[in-house]
């Protein structure tokens, strides 16, 4: 391949609207004439697979994401694949709606793979949360915050504070490719094939890229195509290629 791929995994951290309220309480309707600033993207904190540091980027000294999404939309667009947990339907389409409402350059052609997907799919666990997937797998666990309060601090603009978000956020970046190594292989059904991207060849396992393999089953189809079932030699998964 001409360059090595890059398989990023990236997670946000994102501020609440902000808001006028006659009351407090349940069932209380709020519409949107209520918010006086808008919710905005503090941090992004994002890894590449194959390498140690984890990056960040926050939001500026005026609170503005403008120049943080400009900079990670060119990382995001210059990605093979971007994996986030539950990063389908919150931390692209933030990204997107926070692009959008800046009039960057649009971000319409992202291939991801969605872990919280992965594990709602292939698996039954008692959760799907990326804490406790990082537990029940043993590799390890969300940063405590110490709740909410974290989120008002940042937004009060203590540096301190924001440190510790993104600190917050790195952590949850690599606990999310652990958990993501964890998942693969056992996935029976895989959004993306990660392992051609691996190898620069279709033949070779979906999950890791390993040309190398066991032959468990071949039959020749209707078509006159021959189906293969193989058994990775590294990380055992399970796959078919048709010839």
Known sequence: MSKDPKIMFFDIETSPNE????????????????IIKERRVMCICWKYKGEGYTYSLTWDEEQDDKSMLKEFGEELRDADVAIGHNGDNFDIKWVKTRTLYHNLPPINQVTTIDTLKLARVNFNFNSNKLDYLGK???VGAKT?????SLWTRVMDGEEEAMEEMVEYCRNDVVLLEDVYDKLVPHAAKLPVHIGSLLSGTRECCPACGETEFYAIHAKTLASGKKSLRRKCADCHHLYRIYK
């Open 19 to 34: 808001v006028y309220s006659w009351r407090v309480g349940n069932k209380i309707n709020l519409t949107p004439d209520n």
């Open 136 to 138: 029940v797998l043993k």
């Open 144 to 148: 405590e915050t110490g709740g909410y």
